[in-house]
């Protein structure tokens, strides 16, 4: 039997793995809901940076597997909070999952974080 007629699962395998890899790169990120979820990996939580300076949000209905469409009025309610040392570390956050979101953003902003004890700041 040649190799033509023969089953090949690691080759397979092989080749899913990399159309998988391919189609994750092409669009410059993950596909939903995994977007979503290294969002939330990415994103300090200010629990665990209490000193830093500037504070981020994000709120509003991301792209889930039901809505994979900007503007298509679905999505999962979501709300992303982090704390980052500089603006432009907030600013960069910001930019890069703003386009996981299909409606327009409840919350989009990069901000002072309010003094210690402050009924605004956040832990």
Known sequence: M??????????????LAAAVTLAACQG???SPPFAMRQAYIDTPQCSEHPDAPWIGRLAGHAISDNSRQRGSGGGTATALVGCFPTKEACETWRWRYMENFVSTLVQNSCEPRPPRGSSLFAE
Do not use: I
């Not at 040649?2 to 080749?15: K, S």
């Open 2 to 15: 040649t190799a033509f007629g023969r089953r090949r699962p690691g080759l397979v395998a092989g080749a």
């Open 28 to 30: 410059g990120g993950l």
